[in-house]
């Protein structure tokens, strides 16, 4: 499981959308670079080609439940969409037991009934449950989950990182789990990689960037978390993510960066590897 | 296909709350019922199919039976709404010509409301040279004088009443596909599109069955007007001479009928015209109290 944290506006959605070439505008298009999944580059695929990936090999998770349910079709409407498409091996009359079976598996209770109820008559938590349902029922190979927890409280939320882990234990998913929340990220990844302005900053094993962080950027964010022993209170990183059409010259986070050196300003850094086998883009270690 | 009507007024009223459960949609059956103005349309609609429908057991005498003797008869009690020179009906004829109109206006309004939500879709979700492609064609077509293409195509083509409601339908579409365009341009971004995309649903499908539906209700409400608006535009053509022709009545030639004789027989001009207006009243109200309940819903949801 890969987690990535960063920012808003950091491009961390980009990312996940990029990996299955969804990318919202028609003007957005990925200019260079592979995006290689199980052996394919996905860059190179036709349309009809990532359809047959979308749903079936890599699926989608969004943050915000509430808006990623259609309001006029059920429940059971949606989920069958997606079983039709990519469960092919079920017969008709052996869908719906299906997906009660699975609807239960993601803990909703009565599953029966909530096939033919309309979203805005789920709470939240269901709703989220739901969507991990219908992502997960056509057994795909990799989940991608954008901000899961984000629009949903903190009780649910940790249920539904509960969920998560039972999920990848179960269902042998990889998990690519986009959210600015480092607890979160921390209690379920096994990676974890920093994003800072379209760019991973810092890139290791999950504890290893908690325990150690190397880049002033992660350094920032570890102690923007509140920490309850020590009765320190909230720290905030000065200044805001650059424009992608208006980067700074040189290490794009240098401007807010409380250790920038004078070369900061003038070239990127490049990924340098530390002992511990921690990838970080900092000028601080290049002698590393 | 009279029948139809009525079918669909309940069927504007379902589907226009289609995505609220029982509970809400009882609720919007209450502010529908309090909205007075929509009520009274629905009635008045109600009244003109049932007059419709039962043409054949209110009226005594059809419609195209002529009886020299009684011509020009004022309103009596064999006559409710009196004769015409050619001593037929009028109540008999105002019956069945509502059989004509009702279906004109509802047919036409179908056919015109299935292009615009195919054209109004395809540029939206699609944009780019598609949109640009179908929105200066809607352009162009918003160019033309309506009435005057009506007219010149109707003149050149046998006038019946396939052809009547082909070419209204064919001329009023424009409206409805901008409508479409603007929803399915706003719907395309909501996340649940995106999460269609993402679990691989064909562009097809994503149009028909995660955007069309959430774009119906503006829909109904400017179908509902159009029905008028159609209603009126064949009462004209068949009024000039052009759209249904007699002996089948219609309320547009029963006018036309009656012009000849304004000065002596005045039952001839009032009831149709009554007609006329009362019914493309109702039809507006509808549509009015319909764009309300649904900008309620709008500001609720």
């Known amino acids: ?288 | 296909m009279v029948q139809g009507t009525k079918v669909r007024v309940v069927f504007v009223f379902s589907c226009t709350l289609c995505p609220a459960p029982c509970a809400l949609i009882i609720i919007y059956m209450k502010i529908f019922f309090k909205h007075k103005l929509a009520l009274s349309g629905a009635l008045i609609i109600l009244l003109m199919n049932v007059l419709a429908i039962f043409a054949p057991l209110l009226s005594s005498t059809h419609p195209e039976d002529i009886d020299v003797g009684s011509y020009l008869l004022p309103p009596c009690l064999a006559h409710p709404l009196g004769t015409d020179q050619l001593g037929r009906d009028l109540f008999a004829r105002l019956a069945y010509g509502a059989r004509i109109s009702l279906m004109v206006g509802f047919i036409a309004v179908g056919i015109s409301v299935s292009i615009g939500l195919l054209f109004g879709a395809l540029s939206g979700y699609y944009g780019g040279a598609v949109d640009l492609l179908i929105m200066r064609f809607v352009d162009i077509m918003l160019c033309f004088p309506t009435f005057f293409l009506i007219l010149a195509v109707v003149s050149m083509l046998e006038s019946n009443i396939v052809v009547i409601m082909a070419v209204i339908g064919l001329t009023s579409w424009m409206g409805v596909a901008r409508l479409v365009r603007a929803e399915i341009l706003s719907l395309k971004q909501r996340d649940f599109v995106s999460a269609a995309k993402a679990s691989g649903v064909s562009d097809c499908k994503i149009i028909l069955r995660h955007l069309v539906p959430n774009a119906m209700g503006p829909v109904f409400v400017s179908a509902t007007l159009g029905i008028a608006a159609a209603i009126l535009t064949e009462s004209s053509l068949s009024f000039l001479g052009i759209g249904i022709q007699p002996p089948v009545p219609s309320w547009g030639n029963i006018l036309m009928d009656a012009k000849s004789c304004l000065g002596i027989a005045w039952w001839m001009t009032l009831f149709p015209g009554m007609l006329i207006f009362i019914t493309v009243l109702g039809y507006n109200f509808l549509g009015e109290g319909l764009r309300d309940l649904l900008l309620r819903r709008e500001q609720e949801g």
Not at chain 1, 45 to 72: C, H, M, S, W
Not at chain 1, 255 to 278: S, Y
């Open chain 1, 1 to 288: 499981m890969l987690g990535i944290v960063g920012e808003s506006g950091c491009g961390k959605t980009m990312t996940g959308l990029s990996l299955t070439n969804l990318l919202p505008d028609s003007k957005l298009k990925i200019e260079s670079g592979k995006i290689i999944f199980a052996g394919e580059d996905i860059v190179s695929l036709d349309e009809a080609q990532l359809r047959a990936l979308r749903g079936k090999e890599i699926a989608y998770v969004f943050q915000e439940p509430a808006t990623a349910l259609n309001p006029v079709l059920t429940i059971g409407e949606q989920i069958r969409e997606v079983v039709k498409l990519h469960c092919k091996h079920i017969p008709k009359d052996a869908i719906n037991g299906f997906i009660i079976e699975h609807l239960e598996d993601v803990g909703i209770h009565l599953a029966n009934e909530k096939l033919n109820v309309y979203a805005h008559q789920l709470s939240g938590g269901e709703k989220q449950r739901i969507m991990l349902c219908m992502a997960v029922i056509a057994r795909p190979k990799l989940l991608i989950a954008d901000e899961p927890t984000t629009a949903v409280d903190v009780t649910i939320q940790s249920q539904i990182i509960k969920l998560l882990h039972k999920l990848k234990k179960e269902y042998g998913l990889s998990i690519f789990l986009i959210s600015h929340n480092l607890a979160v990220v921390a209690d379920l990844s096994d990676y974890i990689g920093v994003m800072y302005a379209g760019r991973i900053v810092e890139f290791a094993k999950a504890g290893i960037v908690l325990e150690k962080p190397l880049h002033p950027y992660t350094q920032g964010l570890l102690n923007c978390l509140p920490e309850l022993q020590t009765g320190r209170g909230f720290k905030s990183i000065n200044g805001e993510v650059p424009k992608f059409d208006n980067l700074p010259s040189g290490c794009s986070f240098s401007p807010r960066c409380v250790k920038a050196q004078k070369r900061c300003f003038l070239k990127m850094p490049p990924m340098f590897k530390t002992a511990l086998n921690q990838e970080v883009r900092c000028w601080l270690y290049s002698g590393s």
